[in-house]
Structure formats: structure tokens, C-alpha cells
């Protein structure tokens, strides 16, 4: 196995057969013996292309999630983190889910011009879209790019209502923006944290901002009036679920609304870049890792049935969902059994083509 790269989450960069990826022949390649003669290897930099896309908004009919669509700015995510179930889009794209999944990124720059022309279309009815549901909306090149702002200016013009889920802090940016709409009912905000140990953090998400930072922001919104919740997502067995009543407890103490959780999660090639990063990072309790998640997971590294996939299932399970419970209760937590319900009767579509000509 290769040395694991610094500051990048996947330890390997497996190719999929599951899209027809080319696999490199095994003496193809010299560099696949670099590592062993020159050491370590070099860090790998971060390349992004323009994605030219014809539609900006997704759909999907999925039961047990509470949107119907979603707007991904970007394809592949710099934040790194190793239990990422979109990873194995990027075998669409003839890349690996590994280490490619967090160097080779798509930017969709047309994506606030094609996000007002589908709003234009007299077919469009409005309900609230997802941003960050796939890849991190806010993740470092978010910076340079700004596609995530231009996506909020559209959707603040038109009185649209979006949900957002990020592990940045760097939504505190758009407070302008998210403010005014949250006044109107048209906003809430999901602070993704995952550990507040910055020695596994830096390990599970290498690049995405310290713990610390990202419940300051879940404070910063909500001195704003912006709603935000936290998620726990994902709780990893015996590396992370000790600190489900801790998080919880700073979540409450920073203004969150409440603390929701998923239990870990490998689908396709997310499952053995998870098997090779315990081997490298916690040899010592890998098979008790994979083995709760087998319990979760009906046996299985992971289960793709409705439902039952967001929640597990089992007693470890049933474990997780009380100690959330008290924990909630203790600090004064609610449990809703949906979040606030964002206004969609403020929507006024953008003027169409035509109505630009004698706008």
C-alpha cells in the first residue's frame, strides 16, 4: 500500500470498473514504484476545471429525504473527508473516488445564469432547494470561485427559500445575503460537526476548517437570526461516538435549534478507501469499527434501503438514537419532527426572455 498523502484524506487512488474506468496497466506507470524508491510522496496539488453544465438544479424522489432538489456548485470536494458518499461520483467522470475526489475538482460557473433561466420557466414550481447535500458548497475554492454567493444572490432576488449544508465556516461570509432572507422565512443553515477532536478532525476531514470555527459559526448565524442546526454526520463506531453528549451540548450552547445524526455510511468504493484509511490511521480498533458497522448495516458494509440507510438499524442503533434523545433533552433541545417550514408563497419568477426585452 502506498504512504497516504499529506494532508489528503484517502490513503489510495483505487480506479472503479463500475463505469468502464480505465485501469492502468501495473508496470504502466513508473511513479507507481516512485513511492518505494524516493519515500513519501509529494503533496498533490489541487486542479479545478470548468464544468459547462445545461441544467443547474437536481431532482430526486427519494423518501426519506426532506427536499425534492438540489443545486451543486462543484464536483468533487477539497475538504477531504474519508466517509464521503459522494465519492463514488466521480467515477462518472472517469476519476477515482480516492485521492481524485479531493484534487481534481469541477467548478460550474454558469451555474446563478442557468439557476435564474429554470426559476424563468413557467413549468418551475417552487420549493425549497438543497445546497451541500452532495459536495461542500463552501469548501476552499468556494474563495476564488464565489459560485455559492452568486447562487444566494439569485435565489435572494427572486425570494426563493433554500436550505444549506456545509462543514464551513465560511458561510459566514453570505450572513448579508441570509439575513434579509431569513427574515422572510426563506433560509436555514446545517453545521456539519463531526468530531471536536482536532487530532481526528484534521484525520476524517483534513481540510476542512477546525471544529472551534465551525460551532462560532453556527454562533455568528444565529446572533444573525439565521436558523441553524448541527449535524452529526456521519457518527463513525468507536472513533467518534464517544462525543455524541459533548457536541451535543456545545451545539445547544452556541444557539443551534437542534443536533441531528447519521451512523457512518460506505457505499460502493467509499467502503474499501474506509477499510485502507482504518488500516492506516487506527490499526488498533479496525475490526471493531467494521464490525459495529456491519451490525448497523444488516451485516453488510452498508445498506442502501430507504431509511433504514440514514438511520441504521440494530441495537447499537437504538443505542445512538436514545443517547441523542437524553442528550437533547438535557440542554434544553426540542426534537422537531421537521425542521422550521421555509415560505414558498413569496416566490416571484425571474422575467422570462421575453419579458427581459421590455424590462
Known amino acids: 500500500m502506498r504512504k497516504p498523502r499529506p494532508h489528503r484524506g484517502a490513503t489510495i487512488n483505487p480506479v472503479s470498473d463500475r463505469f468502464n474506468l480505465a485501469a492502468r496497466e501495473a508496470d504502466g506507470d513508473w511513479l507507481d514504484m516512485r513511492d518505494m524508491i524516493d519515500g513519501p510522496p509529494p503533496p498533490v496539488r489541487t486542479t479545478v476545471q470548468q464544468l459547462s453544465a445545461k441544467t443547474i438544479i437536481s431532482h430526486n424522489k427519494s423518501p426519506d429525504i426532506p427536499f425534492d432538489r438540489s443545486i451543486n456548485p462543484y464536483v468533487g470536494c477539497e475538504h477531504g473527508c474519508i466517509y464521503c458518499f459522494a465519492r463514488p461520483t466521480h467515477a462518472f467522470h472517469d476519476l477515482s473516488p480516492g485521492i481524485d475526489f479531493e484534487t481534481k475538482l469541477f467548478a460550474k460557473p454558469d451555474a446563478p445564469r442557468l439557476l435564474r433561466e429554470e426559476l424563468a420557466k413557467p413549468s418551475y414550481r ?112 468507536a472513533i467518534t461516538d464517544h462525543e455524541v453528549e459533548t457536541i451535543v451540548a456545545r451545539a445547544a450552547a452556541a444557539g443551534a435549534l437542534d443536533v441531528s445524526f447519521i451512523p457512518v455510511r460506505l457505499p460502493w468504493e467509499v467502503a474499501p478507501l474506509f477499510r485502507a484509511w482504518l488500516d492506516e490511521h487506527f490499526p488498533d480498533r479496525a475490526a471493531k469499527v467494521m464490525a459495529t458497522i456491519a451490525s448497523l448495516r444488516g451485516g453488510r458494509d452498508n445498506d442502501p434501503a430507504f431509511f433504514s440507510r440514514m438511520r441504521g438499524q440494530g441495537p447499537w442503533a437504538d443505542l445512538l438514537r436514545t443517547r441523542f434523545d437524553i442528550a437533547r433533552r438535557r440542554h434544553g433541545i426540542v426534537r422537531r419532527a421537521e425542521r422550521l417550514g421555509l415560505r414558498i408563497d413569496l416566490f416571484r419568477p425571474p422575467p422570462g426572455a421575453q419579458g427581459d426585452l421590455f424590462g
Open 126 to 237: 417552487c420549493a425549497p432547494i438543497a445546497l451541500g447535500t452532495n459536495t461542500d458548497p463552501y469548501q476552499p475554492i468556494e474563495a476564488h470561485w464565489q459560485i455559492m454567493r452568486g447562487i444566494i444572490e439569485v435565489l435572494s432576488a427572486y425570494s426563493h427559500p433554500l436550505v444549506i449544508t456545509t462543514k464551513s465556516d465560511r458561510v459566514v461570509r453570505d450572513i448579508d445575503l441570509l439575513a434579509p432572507m431569513a427574515e422572510r422565512n426563506l433560509v436555514s443553515v446545517a453545521i456539519s460537526v463531526t468530531s471536536l477532536d482536532p487530532r481526528i478532525a484534521m484525520t476524517i476531514e483534513p481540510r476542512a476548517p477546525h471544529p472551534e470555527r465551525r460551532l462560532a459559526a453556527v454562533t455568528k448565524l444565529t446572533a444573525a437570526g439565521i436558523p441553524t442546526y448541527v449535524n452529526m454526520a456521519p457518527v463513525i463506531p
